[in-house]
């Protein structure tokens, strides 16, 4: 199997943000040269810089201009971990944003790699629509006090059968995410690999139509839930997300709930059933 199965989508433009700088951090030259490849064709993305080993990577960084580093997870000896960890604590690198790449990513591997600051995450083999889409995560995390966003979390009806324990755990392992007025949340067609739980603001639901014209097909507000649909069949989004106001959201990747194998898990799949059959008895009515 290729390290990377291309989509037929072309690229999207960067989305209100600078060009980024890449650096790739891999010990297999032909990976390098494949994500390399899928970097460049990203109209978001300025330039590319690499890495083969984890020893010279500061004076990479200290040579050319880097916002995120997509690091493989299979190093060697090197715990990858302990390599961010180090990076992140030499003055050169408390800037930087971090993708971790692994074809093994699980609940626990994304747990570590957020205490130690990593927040976007790319499966091998990926896609462009991932890479894009943890680019985007990489640098779309905000960090919150865990009790404040508790305390908003509880007021959601979603989690209203969930133990304080349960939503501290999700809280650990997912996006919260801030958003201006007018930002888009998704695209109609973009890969859907999330739902998003609305803490703050508003949030209109478009369908582009023929002739240029749109149709706001629905409005959410804080407490409410959007998204679900691509997370039960995986298909790409149908319609576009964007914010009427500034808000908050949370994100939950459909990768972390499949690798939840407890109570946690059976629950998130019952309140989605139950989201999903809610809104098409609204839809039927």
């Known amino acids: 199997?290729?390290?990377i199965q291309r989509v037929a989508a072309a690229p999207r433009p960067a989305r209100g943000q600078s060009a980024l700088n890449v650096m790739v951090v891999d010990m297999h030259p032909d990976n390098r040269a494949l994500l390399k490849g899928a970097l460049r064709g990203l109209?978001?993305?300025?330039?590319?810089?690499?890495s083969g080993s984890v020893g010279n990577i500061m004076e990479v960084v200290a040579a050319n201009p880097v916002d995120i580093m997509i690091i493989d997870a299979d190093l060697g000896d090197e715990d990858v971990f302990q390599v961010?960890?180090?990076v992140k604590s030499d003055p050169r690198g408390t800037k930087l944003n971090f993708v971790l790449m692994s074809s093994a990513l699980d609940v626990e591997s994304r747990r570590k790699g957020m205490e130690v600051g990593i927040f976007g995450y790319l499966p091998k083999p990926f896609d462009i629509g991932r890479l894009e889409a943890a680019l985007r995560d990489a640098r779309g995390k905000v960090t919150t006090n865990h009790k404040d966003t508790l305390n908003k979390v509880r007021r959601i009806p979603f989690f209203s059968d969930f133990t304080d324990a349960e939503l501290v755990r999700l809280l650990k392992i997912c996006h919260t995410r801030k958003f201006a007025a007018g930002e888009t949340v998704f695209h109609e067609g973009d890969y859907g690999d999330r739902l998003y739980l609305l803490l703050a603001g508003e949030v209109e639901i478009l369908?582009?139509?023929e002739g240029g014209k749109t149709e706001r097909l629905t409005t959410h507000k804080a407490g409410e839930v959007f998204g679900e649909m691509a997370i039960v069949d995986s298909s790409p989004r149908s319609a576009d997300a964007r914010m009427i106001s500034e808000g908050m959201l949370i994100e939950l990747n459909a990768e972390i709930i499949n690798d939840i194998n407890d109570i946690l898990a059976l629950k998130m799949f019952r309140k989605m059933a139950m989201l999903v059959t809610k809104k098409l008895r609204d839809y039927t009515r």
């Open 207 to 209: 369908k582009n139509r």
């Open 1 to 3: 199997m290729t390290e």
């Open 43 to 50: 109209e978001e993305v300025g330039s590319v810089v690499e």
């Open 84 to 86: 961010v960890r180090r």
